[in-house]
């Protein structure tokens, strides 16, 4: 079935460094591919996300890679501030699947 | 709008109780979901609903009931509860239209333990 694997599960940075986050997926078919990211005690809320037909997308100090071929995309964060520690999750589906399968999640700490 | 609304937010069942969580949202959305969140293990798929009268397993369906009867409303049936079922509970929904694969808006999440 459907699988989403994701790395690293904890990942501590330097404020203003750079963090990426890199996820694989199994199902051939899928080609919508969000990113969650979920605060403290919050619930998931979407950051960005990339269809198959775009290799990449950026929006602001965030942007996601999508490799196709090998079957993996990427979350990469510029300038990592603070608030941007949380969790963020990799999620892919069908077309019109509507099944979203996340990954494990990536526990991001982001160090004054 | 409310957006999506979950109830209740946390519950504690004995074992081999039964519940029902509830899920509603006002969004219009055709796409409802409900996953479980269990610590360093990501959001697993539980069942979700395509429109009204339409449902499907997902990931880890088994000890679980849904129904859709309404576009508005998604309730989620533990039967025979067991401390596996012990998690965070999150519904969701989305809207798709043709080829368009939409952002999922969560509720706020429902903790039930299992002792």
């Known amino acids: 079935g459907e699988n989403v694997e994701q790395h690293p599960s904890t990942l501590s940075v330097q404020e203003g460094d750079s963090a990426v986050i890199k996820c694989t997926y199994s199902d051939s078919a899928s080609n919508y591919f969000p990113w969650y990211k979920q605060e403290l005690g919050k619930r998931p809320q979407l950051i960005i996300d990339?269809?198959?037909?775009?290799g990449e997308k950026k929006d602001q100090r965030i942007a996601v890679t999508l490799n196709k071929t090998a079957k993996h995309f990427s979350l990469h964060i510029t300038e990592t501030q603070p608030e941007d520690s949380a969790v963020y999750f990799c999620?892919?589906?069908?077309?019109?699947?509507?099944?979203?399968?996340f990954g494990q999640g990536t526990e991001l700490s982001v160090k004054p | 709008n409310a957006g999506v609304t979950q109830t209740p937010k946390f519950r504690i069942l004995k074992i081999g109780q039964s519940m029902t969580l509830q899920c509603t949202q006002d969004m219009n959305h055709n796409y409802m979901y409900w996953y479980r969140q269990d610590p360093g293990m990501g959001l697993k798929l539980i069942y979700y609903s395509v429109g009204a009268g339409i449902t499907d397993k997902g990931e880890v369906p088994n000890g679980y009931n849904v129904s859709r009867s309404t576009t508005e409303d998604f309730p989620l049936r533990l039967e025979l509860a067991a401390p596996s079922q012990t998690s965070v509970y999150f519904c969701?929904?989305?809207?798709?239209?043709?080829?368009?694969?939409?952002?999922?808006?969560f509720g706020e999440g429902s903790r039930l333990t299992v002792l």
């Open positions: 969701a929904s989305s809207y798709h239209r043709g080829t368009n694969t939409g952002e999922l808006f």
């Open positions: 990339i269809r198959s037909n775009v």
């Open positions: 999620a892919a589906s069908r077309r019109q699947g509507g099944k979203l399968i």
